[in-house]
């Protein structure tokens, strides 16, 4: 059965199943033919995709063969081609088969924001203001409606990691889900470590100044202060810049402040003069 947002347009509908749909909702239209090999593989993709909106988008399908007319109209010359309306004008387009990324990306530049998606991206302008506690509860709201999204995934442990909460930042990261950002959640995971050991690190227990110094640092971004723990780490670089151990936690510290942080480009050219 098809959904109610997946349907076949003519000449006769497509005025009002397209255009003046596209007012209050997004429409893909698909243009395409009971011959075209490339369509067949195309359909399936675009469909999945558009069930995942849950509504949010239109998908139209246009025969060509059919409706000559629309194909002419839409200055359609090879098949498969997609296009997208909002507002009543085309705001997107391609042509031939896409890989699922690339159709995701599509989709993704004209469905309208959820209510998750706008909590998520205050929730990351928190984080880039440092506001850690704040950003948290809207963090575990987003990913209780959008569960295992790596984006918010990666947030909340940003935030944990800022307030000295270790294990559940280790055990989000630990499993953290293939996607774009895994390799940033890999940079996170010294910083959870050092955290999670840090019980077993007493002031004055350390053998040597270096390993206090250290241990020091992991204190301080436990308690959120991010800066004085990179100052105390880069100093220790400073004296070896062999020390992986002190220059994977300097970037695990520097992926909590997150790129769009300035203090997070003061620190990485800082690092750099130190290494190179």
Not at 262 to 276: D, G, K, N, V
């Given at each position: ?207 040597d100044e270096q390993s206090a110094a250290y241990w020091n640092a992991i204190r301080l971004a436990a308690r959120g202060r991010i800066p004085l723990a990179l100052d105390g780490l880069l100093d220790l670089l400073r004296q070896d810049r062999r020390n992986e151990n002190v220059r994977l936690t300097i970037l695990s510290l520097l992926e909590v402040l997150g790129d769009e942080n ?15």
């Open positions: 059965m098809t959904p109610d947002n997946i349907i076949d347009v003519t000449e006769a509908d497509f005025e009002y199943e397209v255009i003046e749909y596209s007012q209050n909702t997004p429409v893909v239209v698909d243009f395409w033919a009971a011959w075209c090999q490339p369509c067949k593989v195309l359909a399936p993709m675009l469909e999945k995709l558009i069930k995942e909106t849950a509504g949010a988008i239109r998908l139209a399908r246009v025969n060509v063969d059919e409706n000559p007319n629309l194909a002419i109209r839409f200055g359609v010359r090879s098949i498969p081609a997609v296009k997208a309306f909002s507002g009543g004008q085309i705001v997107a387009e391609f042509s031939g088969v896409q890989p699922e990324s690339r159709l995701r990306e599509f989709i993704s530049r004209i469905q309208p924001p959820s209510p998750a998606g706008l909590a998520l991206e205050h929730a990351l302008s928190l984080l880039n203001q440092e506001q850690w506690a704040e950003a948290e509860p809207i963090l575990r709201m987003v990913l209780e409606q959008m569960p295992g999204n790596p984006l918010a995934l990666l947030g909340l442990a940003r935030a944990l990691l800022a307030q000295g909460k270790a294990r559940e930042a280790h055990n989000i990261l630990s499993a953290f889900p293939a996607s774009r950002e895994f390799s940033n959640a890999q940079t996170l995971l010294p910083l959870a470590e050092a955290m999670e050991n840090l019980p077993n690190h007493q002031p004055g227990d350390e053998p300035p203090q997070t480009r003061s620190y990485r050219r800082e690092l750099a003069s130190i290494l190179f």
